[in-house]
């Protein structure tokens, strides 16, 4: 079992490249990683998990989501809160985060995953595929560009939908997954509002 350390975008295409099933990418803590979309490859026969995950500590906020609506208050995620998270961005039109066909054995923890892509609305920021299963998504913050927490009534978005999941054995549990409702650049559809969308989930578990 290899652990790598990444404060880069390019470190972090090596490790997802070279990395077999056991192994932990470990994600500089507050480091930004841009790229046009990280695809996680299936990596052939294994069942240990490949990790990704941050270096320091996941703030301890996100174990209260996704429910975290109490006596009328709600704790919303600022860019301050997360400020010691790694952020996973992507800068086309394309998730930060795919899964490629027959991937599975993945997890991803601790990340924040947007978008740094101005005047245009993508699909989804993290998107499965074709035959997967045991992906597992878990204490991240997954948001448009423009979702800091901080700003109401933001009208038009950047991304339609947070996540589109299908396969088995998937398991999304306490992320914040915020800003996700509008409209589209140029107010040309309305977004679906869907922060997770499936057509087929086999013994799996979103929260």
Same mark, same amino acid.
């Given at each position: 079992?290899?652990?790598?350390?990444?404060?880069?975008s390019g470190e972090l295409q090596t490790a997802i490249t070279a990395c077999t099933y056991g192994d932990t990418i470990l994600l500089l803590a507050a480091g930004v990683f841009e790229n046009t979309g990280l695809v996680l490859p299936n990596k052939g026969a294994g069942s240990d998990y490949i990790t990704l995950t941050t270096q320091g500590t996941i703030p301890s906020f996100l174990n209260s989501y996704p429910n975290d609506y109490v006596n009328g208050t709600y704790t919303r995620v600022t860019t301050a809160?997360?400020?010691?998270?790694?952020?996973?961005?992507?800068?086309?039109? +394309?998730?930060?985060i795919a899964f490629a066909n027959d991937a599975h054995h993945w997890k991803v923890l601790g990340l924040e995953?947007?978008?740094?892509?101005?005047? +245009?609305?993508? +699909? +989804?920021?993290?998107g499965t595929n074709l035959r997967n299963h045991h992906l597992w998504i878990e204490n991240c913050w997954v948001h448009p560009q423009e979702e800091n927490g901080t700003d109401n009534n933001i009208i038009e978005r950047s991304v339609n939908q947070a996540i589109i999941a299908n396969g088995d054995s998937i398991t999304i549990i306490k992320n914040a997954i915020t800003g996700f409702t509008g409209y589209s650049y140029g107010f040309t559809f309305r977004l679906e509002a869907s922060c997770i969308l499936s057509s087929y989930l086999a013994d799996s578990l979103i929260e």
């Open positions: 079992m290899t652990t790598y350390n990444v404060s880069t809160m997360a400020a010691v998270m790694p952020k996973v961005l992507t800068t086309a039109d +394309q998730p930060v995953l947007s978008n740094n892509t101005p005047d +245009q609305t993508i +699909q +989804q920021l993290v």
